[in-house]
């Protein structure tokens, strides 16, 4: 939350993939212990406690990409100590070499089991890298740049992540109890240049944003494992902390990463807590209900290089929420869900009154705002191996977070309407093969009136995925992935849509021994020349007009690539 590069911005190149023990997915504003930012959905993401084996692996590949991983967890005392090390290094396909390093390292140790046992974990990240962003088409269409090309080769960042967290589980009876603490201290430096020379024709556009950032925080819950008569209860209850302290988040003006002015610079701190209650009640065989409420409390407080723009603010938002599950009937569930939820604002949205780069007078924006999900769907298992589900659901927003392609930030926009129908199918006809398939269709609209039109920049109409999974055959395996993301409006009137973007990406592999194995990852298999994202505002160019041309700008999905990695297990 309120962070430099855009409320609700994360970096997760902190994550080692071959650590996740497991993701729990929610879907929708219908589960009580979701809160700011999941009303579409979240997921938890959970590091194993212990490894199957220790490993190693090194990958090398096209465009100089070079990464070597190291992890482990071998027993000490009565636990074990879990260790991860990663470095990776890679260039791009891009014409101003991305020089992109990650440094990355994890040690926890742990004892006991899912249901009775601790962790502690310390994570270090840090990373630093060259950007090609978005380019303008005029551009490549008269051949001033290249289609991996970049108008200011200056662009780029750096960042870094340490945290030291604890997690404690335990179960008696008919009771469990979990509870985490966390402290995280991260920096990010970014430097954008989006609209090139268009506001500065001398110095060009490029901007700083920059944060330090200090977060603090904690979780506890417990559930209660009871009976009403014959039916089965579950009550559980929860509360969780967080504060985060930015000292400053800043936005400055530069050239080639030196800073020639300050556009603004907050100290700012986000305390919120939210306390949640969820009960479930298995009311017969083939009916049960799940009800919840939560209540969230924030505080901003924010000390602005302006005085105009410092102040503090709070709110409190209330979140119901209620599940009807029904069945099973011949391996098929059905079920019902509605509930609110909440996304937060900036914080120096809230206090702002005059806009730090013009001095003109400014809106506030509401501190939490409301968000409602309705949803009705089934999940079957038809046959055996085959599993299914389809959903219809709506979402609505009293304020849509709206990405700005020529700020690199997001702002507070209109209030939205998003409906429609998501089907995923997965099919499983034998212990080594698996299909998959996911497909999702959506009419995004604002909902107020104004002229400007009522489109969702961004929003895409269509989004699905299929894959095809081999697990050791003979000592191969192998997967075939496709991802599509559809045509999607760039302005409210949508007289400009972007294409539509489709990638495969496939890999093949061996098991040379029980411990060793080769495999081969090609991605963007086709080499497709589509674009990542696309937007559509006014930007300028050396010897253009001072008030700039109104133009698509994207950025390119990488060129077709291959990795080769082997690992040893010891």
Known sequence: PTHAHGQGYTDLNFLIPELVSRVRF???????EDGDFASVGSARILYADRLPSNVATLTAGSFDYVRALFAGSPEVGRGNLVYGAEFLYNNGPWDNPANFRKYNGVLRYAQGTPANGFNVTGMAYKATWNATDQIPQRAVDDGSIGFF???????????SRYSLSGEWRQSEGNISRAASLYAIRSRLDLFSNFTYFLDDPVNGDQFQQAEKRVVFGGEASQTWFTHWGERHVWNTLGLQLRRDRMTPAALYSTAARERLSTTREDDVTVASAGLYASNTIEWSPWFRTVAGLRADYVRFDVASDNPENSGKETDTIFSPKLSLIFGPWANTEYFLNWGQGFHSNDARGTTITVDPKTGEPVQRVDPLVRTTGYEAGLRSRLLPGLTTSLALWRLEQDSELLFVGDAGTTEASRPSERTGVEWVLQYVPRPWLAFDLTAAFTRARFTDDDPAGNRIPGAPDAVASAGLTVDNIDGWFGSLRWRYFG?????????MRSQATSLVNA??????TDKIRAYLDVFNVFDSRDHDIDYFYVSRLPNEPPEGVADRHFHPVESRAFRFSVSFAY
């Open 149 to 159: 090309g970049a108008i200011d080769p200056t662009d780029g960042g750096e960042s």
């Open 507 to 512: 890999r093949v592999g061996y098991m040379i």
């Open 487 to 495: 045509s999607r409006a760039l302005v409210e009137d949508n007289t």
């Open 26 to 32: 929610n879907k929708g504003p219908y589960f009580a």
